[in-house]
C-alpha cells in the first residue's frame, strides 16, 4: 500500500508476503496513518522498511495500536523504518523479527533485543504454532 499527501485509516487488516524497494507492507509519503489490529507478516524490502516505511516531513506519522511485526525484513529496518522527519509511534504492539530504525515512540509493547519506553519488554511473545 502506497499512501502519498493521505491519512488512511486501516483496522483488522493483514500485509503478508509483500517485496517492494521501500515498504514492503506500506510506503507513507507526506501521509499519516492509523493502524489498529493490523498484521504485518512475511513482507520483505530491497532497501527501507518490510514492514512500513515513512518518510519526508513531520506529517509522515504511523500510529500503531495493537499491532504485530513479525519476519519481515530489509537492509534497514526489517519491520519499522522512518526517514527524515517522519516518526512511527506504537503502543501494545510484538515487534519480533522485524526490527525498528529510526525515530519512533514504543510503549507497553514487546520488541525483541528491547526498546526504551514505557512499559515495554524483550520477552518471546509465545505464538501459536501457525502449520
Known sequence: MHNVFSSPSLSRCRFSGNHSGNGGGMHNSWSSALLTNCVFFGNSAESNGGGVYSQSSNIAIVSLVHCTFLENSAAHGGGIYSTGDASATLRNCIS???????????????????????GNISLYPVFVDRQ
Open 96 to 118: 519480533w523479527q522485524s526490527l525498528i530504525d529510526g525515530p519512533a515512540l514504543v510503549s507497553y509493547s514487546t520488541v525483541e533485543g528491547g526498546w526504551g519506553g514505557e
